[in-house]
């Protein structure tokens, strides 16, 4: 069986289409005994015509590929780097410590789209 997901992936966004939609009532202003809101069990349909659109229903599209991981991978490698220079700890002459805190500054930048110094 396909898993499926209840966001677009973000790379696809645009060109993404649901493979199946689901709906479940939703209790506003009501919890459960851990205070969470009460909601109905989902309703898998194939079509979101086939959804209830009455106001207390919440709809979900579903998609066929995982969502894109939250951090991207040039951060991770960044980041493995610095950890790698700061278990060796090697001398600051070799440029080391520097080049490790530029790449995952940049990175960052990029990742939460800034230029590096907020340009």
């Known amino acids: ?19 199946a939609w689901r709906y ?8 459960d005994f851990q205070e969470k809101m009460w909601v109905g069990d989902w309703k898998y349909v ?11 229903y919440e709809i979900q ?5 995982p969502p894109v991981p939250l951090t991207p991978e040039g951060l991770i490698k960044a ?17 080391a410590w520097k080049d490790a805190v530029d790449w995952v500054l940049e990175e960052a930048c990029q990742a939460v789209n800034i230029r590096i110094k907020g340009e």
Not at 1 to 19: D, G, H, N, Q
Not at 24 to 31: E, Q, S
Not at 61 to 65: E, K, S
């Open 1 to 19: 069986m396909t898993p499926l997901y209840a966001a677009p992936p973000a790379s696809v966004v645009p060109e993404a289409k649901p493979v």
């Open 24 to 31: 479940r009532y939703v209790k506003k202003g009501v919890t």
């Open 46 to 56: 194939p079509t979101k015509e086939d959804c209830n659109d009455r106001p207390n």
């Open 61 to 65: 599209a579903l998609f066929t590929v």
């Open 79 to 95: 980041v493995r780097f610095y950890e790698q220079v700061k278990r060796e700890n090697p001398p600051v002459e070799t440029g």
